[in-house]
Nanobody, 112 residues
Framework: VQLVESGGGLAQSGRSLRLSCAASGFTFSSYAMSWVRQATGKEVEWVAGISRGGETTYYADSVKGRFTISRDNARNTLYLQLNALRTEDTAMYYC???????RGQGTQVTVS
């Protein structure tokens, strides 16, 4: 099982980033997925979730209206579109399987 996040980086406040999570080693379409983040010195924060088929999405209040979670089951890839970034969005972002919270290594997002 492997989850590999990418797409993070440095962005100015108000700009956008798109994170990707490439899944392998399991049947991606059978798992609800989520994005979580952890800022330095803080606890892990759940950000967004998506159902197995992608029909249903959920968001934390802190990102609702700014972030969009999506998935492409044909490509075994999970996405997180980050718009209107704020300095408080700075964190390591991880994709995770909902059922067991298995996570990738993360991708750093820094907003200045």
């Amino acid at each position: 099982v492997q989850l590999v996040e990418s797409g993070g980086g440095l962005a100015q406040s108000g700009r956008s980033l798109r994170l990707s999570c490439a899944a392998s080693g399991f049947t991606f379409s059978s798992y609800a997925m989520s994005w979580v983040r952890q800022a330095t010195g803080k606890e892990v924060e759940w950000v967004a979730g998506i159902s197995r088929g992608g029909e249903t999405t959920y968001y934390a209040d802190s990102v609702k209206g700014r972030f969009t979670i999506s998935r492409d089951n044909a490509r075994n890839t999970l996405y997180l579109q980050l718009n209107a970034l704020r300095t408080e969005d700075t964190a390591m972002y991880y994709c995770a399987r909902v059922v067991d919270d298995y996570r990738g290594q993360g991708t750093q997002v820094t907003v200045s």
